[in-house]
């Protein structure tokens, strides 16, 4: 797979410019920036490289722990089915947990259930 890093570069010089600053909150879910990444690290998609994320942790007003969200209906035990977002079936990767700068986040979707976002820091716990 062809990974274009220049054009990802650019992108991301554009972000770090952002100094609007994003009030979230743990169990939303909202479209990022991830980017183009190495290897089998999760990318984002599309021409501003965007994915949805689900917040696990806020940690300052500047960062928070994400995970990236998959509409794969691919069967793993590091991937945590969340039901409907955005209209599609989701599952959460825990694999693929992740700090990120807040300027990354670029438009909230929803909020998740508390059931379903307690499953999912039980499996991030047992994975660690």
Known sequence: MQKDFDKWGEIKKKLHKNEA???YHSREVWWCSLGVNIGYEQDGDGE???RPVLILKG??????LVIPLTTSNHKHSM????GMIDR???SAIISQMRIIDTKRLVEKVSFIDKEI?????KA???ML
């Open 48 to 50: 501003e490289y965007q």
């Open 88 to 90: 599609k079936e989701a």
């Open 79 to 82: 991937r945590i089915p969340l």
């Open 117 to 121: 976002f307690e499953t999912i820091r």
């Open 124 to 126: 991030v716990k047992d």
């Open 59 to 64: 940690l300052s007003k500047n960062t928070c």
């Open 21 to 23: 600053k994003k009030l």
